[in-house]
C-alpha cells in the first residue's frame, strides 16, 4: 500500500475543506513544482479529489493546469488520517 511522506501528509491535512493551489501554496510555503508534483501524486492514489473552480469547467482533469481546481481530500485519504492520528 502507498504511504505518503511527510509533505504529503502536510498538504492532505490542509484539504479538509476545499482549497485554491494559491492558497495551498502560501499556507504550505512548499515550492510550485514540489507542491504540483504532490497532488498529482495524491491524485494519483486517490487521497485527493480535484474539483472545478467553475461550474462550466470539464470533468476531465487537466493536469498541466493545476490552478483550475480546488483540492479537498477524498474519503480514502481521510481514513488515512484518522489512523495515523
Do not use: C, W
Amino acid at each position: 500500500m502507498y504511504e505518503p511522506d511527510a509533505l504529503e501528509r502536510q498538504v492532505l491535512s490542509r484539504l479538509i475543506f476545499p482549497e485554491r493551489f494559491e492558497a495551498l501554496l502560501e499556507e504550505t510555503r512548499i515550492p510550485e513544482n514540489i507542491l504540483g508534483d504532490i497532488i498529482r501524486q495524491l491524485l494519483h492514489h486517490r487521497l485527493v479529489l480535484a474539483v472545478p473552480e467553475e461550474a462550466t469547467s470539464s470533468v476531465f482533469y487537466d493536469v498541466d493546469d493545476l490552478r483550475l481546481y480546488q483540492y479537498r481530500i477524498s474519503q480514502k485519504g481521510y481514513n488515512f488520517i484518522q489512523k495515523q492520528a
